[in-house]
């Protein structure tokens, strides 16, 4: 067993003091507070245990890890009692084993006795130590020659990943414990008492009825065959395991994949990843089959038009085809008439050669990323004021704050693991702050409860973070020695002199914002007061026009208040995709090289040219807005898009599907027909995340490893298929693997200068920077003593309404988010069975809305913008405020950016997601769908039988719509 894989019994404690005691005669020294479960286990000793795991508090119920204290009576357990100074402590004795054997008869006793045909045999706890106490024999009988007993109790199946098995149950309530200690929601609880006791999801529901959010913690925590996945009974235990990192949201989950040679069985999160420590959620858990699903695309396609049938051919001759016509519109239409995107979910190293080949093969910087759609606000706005553009803090640090203020994000359903973290924080006693236009999870939940609910209109958040400012100054609660010391003085004065005018008061920007005075006074006070205090902040602050401005507003407040550079406090983006930081990181936009640092800069260029043998261009390249504009202009030809979608993610639908159709050679990159595939000329199979070897990089500048577990089901990884493309463009890529990659970006990056794969192997992950100024596993929290920048610039942030308002035509404000089963796009997720949680995208409406347009819960409700028009089924809510509607866009047939404008940010082109005018009616005829949806139908029958033929030459066509 690796040391990483002992199960010490109980939490490790931190103390400045420690103890030293006597365990089995062997002198023993821990920090005060350690329980003798651990202290024995650290020594070497294992201590029998059932209801003891190291993730949960010690429960002391199952009463085999009884010891014996000198000059103490009884037997104590080992669990619940501390070490002291000077204990002498057996863990072995004829007494001990009499009383651990009786123990466990009474446990078999009621317990099935099908261990060698039960699914968890060769990893059941109960098991395991009914042989370590010597059980050879149950004098009581089993099951029915007991007595009364729950051997024959039916078992539960409705989850559709894990099993519960009542009669296999022993009542240790690890699985009640780790829903309400690691996960939070509360959905388990014991119901009945003494021996009728039993593990009830819910009020007796079944799990799916329940208020269970499937994150798998009950499933880790039992020690018996009771909660059981399902693969591990369709398939059996596991032979080997391989640490790898979660490819769904920007937490960055560490994983165990616990194989069968090169079959999956299941993911079980790892205990030592600093980002979840041994935390999951259902998506990383559950739903990674989306990477075998007969959906996938695994040979190399081409077609003349997107109206041609797609035809199967060698990778030779795709990456030949597509390297020629690239060259062919170069030639015609000149060296900036193509470009790339890179993909937020593929490796640091695959995004790096996407980018190098833009500048280095096509010769222009027409390069981008996803997060133009997404965080590009945070990357100007912390640059702007901090000096760089990421998150200051690791996500362990909110254990250390006083107050939270969470504004636009939504972690119970977004990035679920640190939403879990932080309600452990908050049922600790920390406060917390909402802003946000809905009423979130966190807003009040089991055991938790915000302070404030600054409940503001959307498109208002410059008004409020103004606000607040205007109190913390004009209320004298400026941390003025931070800021004297820390920031630059010229800036400071003039942001004070700003929002201490009577415009941008609580009282004066009330009529714009919504949000009643006394509560942002209340909440700017407890902000500025109330210790160490830390913002998080997702979409809903980003994806406005005024995006970067909030951005640099709240960084304002935090600087303004000491709230940056130590533990518990910061500015923290929480970041969508499991890549999106290192996407940026790696040079994906077009003004910047790896490393944030300028295309115009010669220094920095020189370094590149050298590097990569060829001249660049120092103009900055088009940003994906750009591109599509300039492909309805006739000047944008050519678009190699890797691993994104932004025909379904990006807004105004119509407009980007329009500039796709007029583009003359589209080659995309991917494991799936996606909506953006469908007007593709080339499709090169792409590789999921446990079919290559690599980094991701997460929210907090975590860079983690990426193992292949599997072969490529097309026969490369994403980051050869890039290469082979280089090589047939004429420009050589002879990498032999990712870590020759990451060497030229260390040697290239400096803020990566420290980083390889053979310190992440040793020291489990890094952060950046890392380098020879640096700790040696680089910098977990950012800005301590001094700014990257130096000094701290404040940034004047004044509220300019977005240009998207209400009107009679367009009454209502339409704002959009993400749901906990569903990712992204849903390319992954809806090909798995989470779609059971969440199977279409809704139309969330206030009841007063709805009643004024008959509008009743579950009725179609026809959406309207300036942009397009679509139909989703209506849920009526109080969750959303009069006047505002709310929706998701994880099912491309919902057309939730066909409603979606192209008001964008003014310094990113980040998209305005968050903010569209829409008319919303009842749908009273019966074919509900929209013009735009039925076309979308037709078009998508149209290209899954297009692949259909390609695929099965000899077969008759017929549409297939994968996973829909």
């Known amino acids: 067993m690796n040391h990483s894989e002992i199960d010490y019994g109980t939490p490790r404690r931190e103390s400045e003091r420690e103890v030293t005691l006597e365990i089995d005669g062997h002198s023993v020294t821990v920090p005060a507070g350690t329980s003798l479960m651990r202290a024995a286990t650290e020594a070497g000793v294992m201590v029998p245990k059932l209801c003891a795991t190291d993730s949960l508090e010690p429960f002391g119920s199952c009463r085999l890890c009884l010891v014996e204290i000198d000059g103490r009576k009884g ?22 084993q009499q009383l651990r054997k009786g123990v466990m008869e009474l446990y078999i006793s009621d317990h099935p006795l099908d261990c060698l045909t039960c699914s968890a045999n060769g990893n059941c706890e109960l098991q395991t130590q009914a042989g370590v106490v010597g059980l050879r024999d149950v004098r009581y009988g089993v099951g029915e020659k007991a007595g009364a007993h729950h051997c024959d109790l039916p078992k539960d199946e409705s989850n559709p990943y894990f099993t519960f098995d009542s009669s296999k149950c022993i009542v240790c309530n690890r699985c009640v414990r780790a829903c309400e200690e690691t996960q939070g929601t509360f959905a388990l609880t014991i119901s009945g008492r003494g021996f009728e006791a039993r593990v009830s999801p819910g009020q007796d529901q079944p799990f799916m009825e329940s208020d269970c959010v499937s994150c798998g913690a009950c499933v880790q925590a039992c020690p018996t065959a009771t909660l059981q996945e399902k693969t591990i009974i369709q398939i059996g235990q596991p032979e080997h395991r391989v640490i790898t990192t979660c490819a769904y949201c920007g937490v960055g989950c560490a994983f165990k994949a616990e194989m069968k040679g090169s079959q ?88 790096y050669l996407v980018q190098k080949l833009v500048r280095a093969a096509f010769g222009n910087n027409n390069v981008d990323t996803c997060a133009r759609v997404c965080h590009s606000p945070t990357g100007y706005g912390l640059g702007q004021t901090l000096g760089t553009s990421a998150g200051t803090q690791t996500f362990k640090s909110v254990e250390k704050a006083d107050v939270v203020m969470v504004i636009g994000a939504n972690p119970s359903e977004a990035h679920p693991v640190f939403g879990s973290r932080l309600k452990k924080r908050l049922r600790e006693g920390a406060k917390l702050i909402v802003v946000d236009p809905r009423r979130i999870d966190l807003v009040k939940s089991p055991h938790i409860e915000a302070a404030h609910h600054l409940q503001l209109k959307p498109g208002t958040n410059v008004a409020v973070i103004s606000a607040m400012a205007h109190v913390v100054v004009t209320e004298g609660l400026v941390n003025q020695a931070y800021v004297a010391e820390r920031c630059d003085p010229k800036s400071y004065a003039q942001w004070s002199e700003f929002v201490s005018r009577p415009e941008n008061s609580p009282e004066a920007l009330e009529a714009a914002s919504g949000v009643p005075a006394a509560e942002v006074r209340a909440a700017a006070r407890l902000y500025a007061t109330g210790g160490n205090a830390a913002i998080y902040y997702g979409l809903g602050v980003t994806e406005h026009s005024q995006g970067s401005t909030m951005v640099m507003g709240i960084a304002n407040l935090a600087m303004a208040t000491g709230n940056v550079g130590r533990e518990g406090v910061g500015v923290n983006p929480l970041r969508g995709q499991n890549n999106v930081q290192g996407s940026c990181d790696m040079g994906s936009f077009p003004h910047e090289l790896p490393g944030y640092r300028h295309i115009s800069d010669s220094t920095v260029r020189g370094q590149f040219e050298a590097a990569w043998g060829v001249t660049l261009n120092p103009e900055p390249g088009l940003r994906i807005p750009n591109m599509l504009d300039a492909a309805l202009s006739g000047s944008f030809k050519g678009l190699y898009c890797e691993g994104e979608d932004i025909v379904q993610s990006d807004p105004n639908t119509q407009h980007v599907a329009a500039a796709m159709m007029a583009m003359e050679c ?23 995340f446990l079919e290559k070897d690599g980094t991701f990089t997460n929210a907090e500048r975590r860079i983690s490893r990426v193992r292949k577990v599997m072969p490529p089901l097309g026969g490369y990884a994403d980051w050869e298929v890039t290469q082979k493309l280089a090589q047939a ?7 032999a693997n990712p870590e020759e990659i990451m060497r030229e970006i260390a040697a290239l990056t400096p803020t990566f200068a420290g980083v390889s794969y053979e310190k992440i192997e040793r020291l489990g992950s890094v952060q950046w920077p890392c380098n020879g100024s640096t700790e040696e596993a680089g910098t977990p929290i950012m800005h301590v003593g ?18 998207e308002k209400v009107t009679r035509k367009f009454p209502l404000l339409l704002t959009t988010g993400r749901i906990l089963s569903q990712y992204n796009v849903g390319a992954q997720t809806r090909r798995t069975e989470n779609s059971q949680w969440h199977s279409e995208d809704v139309l969330e409406i206030h009841p007063h809305d709805a009643e004024e347009r008959g509008i009743a819960d579950g009725d179609w409700a026809g959406i309207q913008s300036r942009a397009g028009e679509t139909v989703l089924r209506a849920v009526v809510t109080e969750r959303v405020q009069p006047g505002v509607v709310y929706t998701t866009f994880h099912f491309p047939e919902s057309g939730a950016n066909v409603i979606t ?64």
């Not at 099965?952 to 996973?963: I, K, M, N, Q, T």
Request: charged letters at 20%.
């Open 729 to 735: 463009l004429g420009y050589p890529m002879n990498y």
């Open 666 to 688: 589209v080659v995309v990159q991917d494991i799936f027909l996606n909506e953006t595939a469908k007007y593709a000329h080339v499709f090169l199979p792409g590789s999921s």
């Open 786 to 803: 001094k700014f990257v920048r130096g000094q701290g610039r404040f940034i004047i942030t004044q509220y300019v309404p977005t240009d």
């Open 264 to 351: 999956v069985v299941n993911m079980v999160p790892w205990k030592d990843g600093k980002a979840n420590e041994g935390h999951s959620c259902i998506k990383g858990r559950f739903a990674w089959g989306y990477a075998t699903h007969p959906d996938r695309i695994t040979k190399p396609m081409i077609r003349a038009s997107i109206q041609d049938p797609w035809q199967e051919v060698s990778w030779e001759v795709a990456l030949s085809h597509a390297a020629s016509e690239f060259r062919r519109i170069q030639e015609k239409h000149g060296r900036d008439s193509i470009g790339g995107i890179t993909s937020s979910r593929c490796t640091n190293e695959e995004t």
């Open 901 to 964: 404008t192209d008001n964008s940010d003014w310094a990113t082109n980040c998209p305005e997601y968050k903010v569209t005018a829409v008319q919303v009616m009842k749908v009273m005829q019966a074919q509900h769908l929209s013009p735009w949806q039925k076309e979308f139908n037709r078009f998508d029958a149209l290209q899954q039988e297009l692949l259909h033929a390609a695929q099965h030459p000899s077969s008759p066509a017929e549409a297939v719509h994968g996973g829909k």
């Open 75 to 96: 037997f104590p357990a080992s669990c619940t009692t501390p070490a002291e100074a000077g204990m002498k402590v057996k863990t072995q004795s004829p007494k001990l």
